[in-house]
């Protein structure tokens, strides 16, 4: 089992707040944010001064904001209460030149983005640089095998994505995976197995119910399974990078 995002979790402990330098007040207040939010502080991680939940997502100072608006009711196919609004048709992914060099990387991000667009959403995706963009994803390189996003916030996705250099040693399809699974997070998708990370990574515990952040999509199972996700926690390197019907079913009811 692949974690997503091994180089995330070496450097600093769950909650160092100021492990990082300089922005502690922001990153403070980001955490205590997220605990209010109901995200448990041992799911909670410092890397780069930038703060995560769940091992690959990244949560602003904004969107940690946003989470403590109108309360929903959760439950335990999973959403944050953030989503992109219906002013954002057409979301443009723009890779970089590292990203671009990348061969592996670069059929990766172009089989993620004809998974979104086979889907016949309200939103299709393109790759960039490209016209007629009403919302941008940066995609970026990072090191490692893995990698990392954030959360929608102000009714955009988030606006980059990090893809570890190392799945360039892996197949076109793990690269189509893992690029769709954080693509998945830009647009609002938690873990489908959030709530037991042990599911797909073999270890690992819950990422925690927040009381707004882990909406049951309906007509999905409650249940996460091996292989039954494209937003599992962690990723196998026999993945296919295709939907599994159950991803299909989440995407439809929210896009
Ligand atoms: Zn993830």
Known sequence: MLKKAAVLVMSCGALMVGCGSEPVDEQ?????????AGFPESDIQIFDKKVYVGLDAEVDLEASREMLGAGADSEEQYRTKNLV????????????????????LSEGLDLAIENYNAQGLRLTFARGPTTGCTANIAARTTSGVGGSAGFPKG?????????????????ADVNEHVITHEIGHTIGFRHSDYYDRSISCGSGGDEGQSNVGAIHIPGTPTTATVGGSVMNSCFRSTESGEWSSSDRTALGVLY
């Open 155 to 171: 009714g955009k996705p988030y606006n980059a994505i990090n893809i570890g250099t190392g799945l360039q040693n892996y197949s």
């Open 85 to 104: 609004g219906t002013s954002v048709t057409k979301i443009c992914i723009n890779p970089t030149s590292a990203f671009n060099s990348y061969s592996r």
């Open 28 to 36: 403070a207040e980001i955490v205590s944010n997220l605990v209010e």
